[in-house]
């Protein structure tokens, strides 16, 4: 495309150069013979016709190249400016400094620059608006959607937590008891025995992810990284697996701490629930521009060409984060882990 661009632009100049040439030669002489144009040089030793048309060959050459190398400086800067837009960093100083273009294209230059400015003005207050209408209560009646589905999940959590987890550790010391005596069964039933200890064990650890997953949305007049932090230790106790964590203070709408902590229990969530992983980093920065969380894990990954029916919980992590004005981005290969990372325009220095 470039090839074809610069091309373009070599002929027009070279066809500009040759008329010019040649209107000012005849203006000069316009008794010009043309013969007197094959005439041998006495300084080059070629016809003076070559001498001039390699002239406007090597000047089109060097101007349109100029030209070009202008332009593509330009459209460079300019796609990396839109590109960090879509990725909601609005900080367009990143882009480098500004293209050292020509005279003549520098005032285009400028013009995009503008719309490219007025541009990220508006993507900026849309994000804000996004962020303030996301933290604004819904109303059903005389509560908020909040509520309501606050207390649903504390009914859920106390049904399930009174019945189905009791029996699940009764039945797994039932279990470890049998076990212990079971040295003198048959092999078969040994191995029967020892595969539902390991489901029902299994079993328990869905319903912790299951629990924390119906936790309360709200931080309850806690900060962020005190919510975030008493979650991962409270998990550190009662699940077995490795975790590190680097959690920033977060100064942004109270609202949007909210969502960022329910983000944060349903991403624990699914790793419990599915990741298998031995080790669990999270991370919580802030600057300027964003608020950004990262989640590894070494558990057994998945494809994520593939679309799961199952795959409820992420689905629903990228519409809270769409919500936000944010962006999500899940790198995950089998066998490899997962890794989580979000990424939220920090409005409130703008």
């Known amino acids: ?8 632009l070599f ?23 043309f013969s007197e144009l094959w005439d041998i040089n006495n300084f080059f030793k070629v016809p003076m016709i070559l001498l001039m048309g390699v002239f406007i060959i090597v ?6 190249w100029l030209i070009q190398y202008n332009l593509f400086k330009i459209e460079k800067r300019i796609v990396h400016k839109l590109n960090l837009l879509n990725h909601g960093n609005y900080n367009l100083e990143d882009a480098g400094e500004e293209a050292n273009t020509s005279l003549f294209l520098k005032e285009d230059s400028n013009e995009i620059e503008e719309e490219i400015d007025l541009l990220r003005n508006k993507l900026i207050q849309l994000s804000r608006e996004v962020q303030e209408l996301s933290s604004t209560p819904k109303m059903v009646g005389t509560e908020t959607k909040e509520e ?3 207390q649903e999940r504390h009914r859920i959590a106390r049904e399930l937590h009174d019945s189905v ?3 699940l550790f009764a039945a797994m010391m039932m279990l470890s008891a049998v076990n212990e005596k ?7 039933i040994q191995k029967s025995l020892h595969l539902i200890e390991s489901i029902v064990n299994e079993s328990q650890s869905e319903m912790r992810a299951l629990l924390l997953h119906l936790r ?11 919510g975030i932090e008493q979650l991962l230790n409270e998990l550190r106790t009662k699940i077995q697996i490795k975790i590190k964590w680097e959690i920033m203070p977060i100064d942004t709408i109270p609202g949007i701490e909210d969502h960022l902590f329910r983000i944060v229990q349903e991403l624990l969530s699914n790793t419990l629930r599915h990741a298998k992983a031995k080790t669990l980093e999270v991370y919580l920065t802030q600057n300027t521009q964003e608020i950004s969380l990262r989640i590894f894990d070494d558990g057994i990954g998945f494809d994520t060409s593939v679309k799961k029916t199952g795959s409820y919980g992420l689905v629903n992590i990228q519409e809270r984060v769409n919500g936000l004005g944010g962006t999500c981005k899940i790198i995950s290969f089998p066998s490899q882990g997962t890794i989580v990372e979000l990424r939220i325009p920090n409005t409130m220095n703008e």
């Open 165 to 167: 987890s009791q029996q």
């Open 148 to 150: 309501i589905l606050e």
């Open 182 to 188: 079971s040295a003198t069964l048959p092999d078969n």
């Open 59 to 64: 000047f089109s050459l060097i101007f349109s």
């Open 11 to 33: 002929f027009i100049i070279f066809s500009v150069l040759l008329v010019t040439v040649f209107a000012t030669l005849f203006s000069i002489r316009p008794l010009l013979n």
């Open 1 to 8: 495309m470039r090839k074809k661009a610069f091309l373009t």
């Open 216 to 226: 309360p949305v709200k931080l309850e007049g806690k900060t962020l990284k005190k």
